[in-house]
């Protein structure tokens, strides 16, 4: 119990936190914040297997994001039957053109032995397969996004329940990355941080343009629930006696009966918002906890063992013959898949998906501003980044507002150098994140919580 | 006369251009490789340094506007980057004292050099966007064309016309000259040779008597001289935003790493690299094989091998591709 009070103490001044902002902004605001604190603890859970457990840089983590959220989106969605009349066997064809391109090239890869036909080979291959694809595919793009294009333009998805698109994103993010690992993880560690960065940017530029399956910069809204809707909620019965009898004591006291079924009315409306996000809230928890038992099993396992040795000393774990490159790639995937299940979580509370909206700053930089914080290698430590992270990027608006305030409180309303700090509040969320890292890295580089091994 | 005119459209469209973009590219990817070779770390805080550096150049512009001066038909910004470049090697100088001085001397990984580049690019983003505002500007004053479309087509008489802007002239004289000045220090003089020598061997470096202090300090005075006036061409050519400047470290990593990372001659060459093919596999060829096939024979589509919304894909690719076959770069990197 007491080596664990540093992680208990630090817990519960974060929930704390998040309290206050209920009691002093609004529940919604709080749980808006929690809900988003728990999906960045997923993000970050899985940036930190790949790099506490096992020293790999992944600059790609936005990439994984799209694709989960893209998951999201072919799940969730109705097939678009038109569409898929108008255009999918032309798309079907492309589809099993580029596998059988896959299959040509690993087949030569595999007769010849390394050489300078080879390479040639694989290239006019490759060459060929993309021209004729584009052959293929364009006649049945075109019709796809001919029809009806202010609605859907888009092939669709399956209509399955969005849930289902948490272990769908995670297997589309886990094959990119093995892609990704296949072709990347020999490279030095900060070729391979520049390498994912980029190859993320490729993913996001496909999912923007690509509007026969993604809908591009059109967006994709209105996606299913897994929670009740607000406005089902207000007309169901056993909600307003619920609503009714949490605020008893202050509707007592408003005697007049109109006045009394206004107020009701108003708690029920503010009381469906909070109850839906309780449920997203129940619904993230569970991963959240199902996610760190498992994290932690492994940390202790044999395996995690492996993988600490691994990143300690590569050379000494390959001599003991422990597969590194295996490994990296396993890990690699593994920490993918699970960025993968936090895209998906993502826009299943959104409820919208919009391709135009994954920036690296956002996604990537941010997430690894949590994984430092937090402290890298260590489960809770992640987590808690994810939520201290996230909590002053969105409350740092209000801190810098009353910074500012507080500095210039000398100066006249009308001073342009009020104005213009004011005006740039929203940026201050940048310095702070800065700042806060640069501090961090300085003075205490293992994070809030750091690593902790301890020989059972 | 249609192939003269073929050329001509393919000078306007895609030479020029790239010709222009490439050399911004180059000062970048220089900066980085500089950066790389010396400090050994990647830098992720490049694009918003470059994006900081234009601010300034801005801010001056604009006082020296106030002020009445101006260059004529050349852009007040050209007096204006002087002074900026002041400012910005202070800033760097600054940064480097309170922020990576301390990792250097405690010999930390490059990894973790490289969190630290993403700290302080968060700090210097935020530091651009509360000083200057996020929206676009455009800073460039003085004569817009040195040559128009339309008086290229009278005096040649060719259908194409060719128009040459001044900002691109610019970019690429400055470039010309900056890069020759930078590799004349780096060949022919005491400190450009000791700065080659510490990039190669640090210990051998440091046995001769190099003074490491000088090393780094120059470093990052050059490096503020590319960011600066890099960024500045950048803007004046294009617009000044600062989420473009940052969008625009992608394309200068991949500039500096297929050239070689470490090589600045490397570097420079791979920002035309980046820039041709970028442009060159993005431009629809169409009315070029209009010029040059005969009516029966002409295309009725585009014919461009990728729509332009993947511009950047295109460069990430080829150092993909690189990163696999020739991980060291086109040319060989690692040494200045």
């Known amino acids: 119990m007491r080596k664990n009070l540093n992680v208990i103490a630090a817990y519960t001044i974060m929930m704390g936190l998040i309290i206050l902002v209920g009691i002093f902004q609004s529940w919604n605001i709080a749980l808006s914040i929690f809900n988003l604190c728990l999906i960045s603890a997923v993000m970050t859970m899985g940036a930190n297997i790949q790099w506490g457990y096992a020293g790999l840089i992944n600059f790609g983590i936005m990439g994984y994001t799209a694709l989960g959220g893209l998951a999201a989106v072919l799940i969730s969605v109705d097939p678009v039957q038109e569409a898929w009349s108008a255009g999918g066997s032309n798309i079907l064809l492309s589809l099993s053109l580029i596998i059988g391109m896959v299959l040509a090239v690993r087949y030569v890869l595999k007769k010849y032995e390394k050489s300078k036909v080879r390479t040639y080979i694989i290239a006019t291959i490759i060459i060929a397969g993309i021209i004729i694809i584009r052959f293929v595919s364009e006649p049945g793009i075109e019709a796809i996004e001919e029809v009806d294009p202010a609605k859907t333009g888009f092939l669709g998805g399956f209509g399955l329940p969005i849930i289902f698109s948490w272990i769908v994103g995670a297997l589309f993010a886990g094959g990119l990355a093995f892609v990704i690992g296949k072709v990347a993880l020999g490279l030095r560690a900060d070729y391979l941080a520049i390498a994912t960065l980029l190859i993320s940017e490729i993913v996001i530029a496909i999912i923007k343009h690509e509007d026969w399956l993604t809908r591009g910069v059109k967006n994709v809204i209105g996606l299913k629930r897994p929670a009740p809707y607000e406005v089902n909620l207000q007309q169901t019965d056993w909600f307003i006696n619920l609503v009714e009898k949490f605020n008893l004591s202050q509707l007592n006291l408003i005697t007049d009966l109109t006045e009394r079924q206004a107020a009701l009315n108003q708690f029920v409306i503010e009381g469906s918002s909070i109850f839906v996000k309780l449920c997203y809230s129940g619904l993230f928890l569970i991963v959240v906890i199902i996610l760190l038992i498992l994290t932690q099993k492994a940390l202790y396992s044999p395996w995690g063992r492996m993988m600490r040795a691994i990143r300690d000393n590569e050379e000494a774990a390959n001599a003991m013959g422990k597969n590194v490159v295996k490994q990296h790639l396993l890990i690699f995937v593994l920490g993918s898949a699970i960025v993968g299940i936090a895209g998906a979580m993502l826009v299943t509370q959104d409820g919208l998906f919009t391709p135009g909206s994954y920036r690296p700053m956002r996604y990537t930089f941010l997430i690894w501003v949590m994984v430092i914080v937090g402290g890298s290698g260590n489960n809770f430590g992640a987590i808690l980044g994810g939520f201290v992270v996230w909590f002053l990027w969105i409350e740092s608006a209000p801190i810098g507002l009353y910074l500012v305030n507080l500095t210039t409180a000398g100066l006249a309303d009308s001073h342009f150098l009020k104005a213009h700090l004011i005006e740039s509040v929203p940026y201050f969320r940048f310095l702070m994140m800065g700042i806060g890292l640069l501090l961090i890295m300085r003075y205490r580089p293992k994070g809030i919580l750091p690593e902790k091994i301890e020989i059972k | ?336």
């Open chain 2, 1 to 336: 006369m249609d192939y003269i005119n073929a050329i001509v459209l393919l000078l306007n469209y895609i030479f020029v251009p790239a010709l222009a973009y490439g050399s911004q590219l180059a000062l970048g990817a220089i900066f980085v490789t500089l950066i790389y070779g010396i400090l050994r770390f990647a830098n992720f805080a490049t694009g918003d340094m470059m994006s900081f550096g234009t601010m300034v150049t801005i801010l001056f512009t604009w006082y020296f506007q106030s002020l009445g001066i101006s260059l004529g038909i050349l852009p007040t910004a050209l007096i204006a980057i002087p002074f900026a470049i002041i400012f910005m090697v202070g800033y760097m100088l600054l940064i480097d004292k309170f922020v990576f001085k301390y990792y250097r001397v405690s010999k930390s990984p490059p990894v973790q050099l490289a969190m630290v580049s993403i700290g302080v690019m968060f700090v210097t983003q935020a530091v651009v966007r509360i000083i200057i505002g996020p929206s676009d500007r455009r800073f460039f004053d003085g004569e817009k064309f040195l040559i128009k479309a339309g008086e290229f087509k009278e005096m040649t008489g060719l259908n194409e016309g060719l128009a040459i802007k001044s900002t691109q002239v610019i970019t690429i004289v400055v470039t010309l000259i900056l890069v020759s000045a930078l590799f004349w220090f780096l060949n022919k003089t005491k400190t450009g040779k000791s700065m080659r020598a510490y990039s190669d061997n640090e210990d051998l470096a440091l046995l001769s008597g190099i003074d490491p202090k000088k090393i780094v300090m120059i470093t990052w005075i050059i490096a503020g001289v590319l960011a600066t006036i890099g960024g500045a061409l950048y803007g004046l050519d294009k617009s000044f935003k600062p989420f473009t400047y940052f969008n625009n470290m992608l394309p200068i990593f991949a500039a500096a790493i297929v050239g070689g990372i470490g090589n600045p001659f490397g570097a420079f060459l791979g920002g035309y690299v980046i820039a041709f093919s970028e442009i060159l596999l993005t431009y629809a060829y169409k009315k070029f094989f209009m010029y040059l096939l005969p009516e029966s024979l002409e295309p009725n589509t585009l014919v461009q091998l990728l729509s332009t919304d993947y511009k950047f894909a295109v460069s990430f690719s080829i150092l993909v591709i690189v990163l696999l076959y020739r991980p060291s770069g086109i040319f060989k990197g690692k040494i200045l």
